[in-house]
């Protein structure tokens, strides 16, 4: 059963922002670690960013231009991305920290001029 919604990428410009959304449901929407994962073309699925309570940690690649955050009562995480580059073209999604629950569709962020 897919317990994840993922939302908000596109096409958009090197230097631009983008904030994704993941809609939680069942029993991922009370995890307390969530994390956000990437995959992007002939390359495996990599985690990005995680949350667990108020801590937050990043993969070298994102830090100091994503921020990952969640919003218990509307049951949904957020990733807001910045200063975008062309290698972060990739399909995001959202899982637990230790993404071991279904994976849902993603959302296709493309960086290009």
């Known amino acids: 059963q897919v317990q994840t919604v993922e939302s908000g990428g596109g096409l958009v410009q090197p230097g631009g922002s983008l904030t994704l959304s993941c809609v939680l449901s069942g029993p991922i929407a009370n995890e307390y670690g969530m994390a956000w994962y990437r995959q992007a073309p002939g390359k495996q699925r990599e985690p990005i960013a995680v949350?667990?309570?108020?801590?937050?940690n990043y993969a070298d690649s994102v830090k100091g231009r994503f921020t990952i955050s969640r919003d218990n009562a509307k049951k949904t995480l957020y990733l807001q991305m910045k200063s975008l580059k062309p290698e972060d073209t990739a399909v995001y999604y959202c899982?637990?920290?230790?993404?071991?629950?279904?994976w849902g569709q993603g959302t296709q962020v493309t960086v290009s001029s």
């Open positions: 949350i667990a309570g108020f801590t937050t």
């Open positions: 899982n637990n920290r230790q993404a071991d629950a279904s």
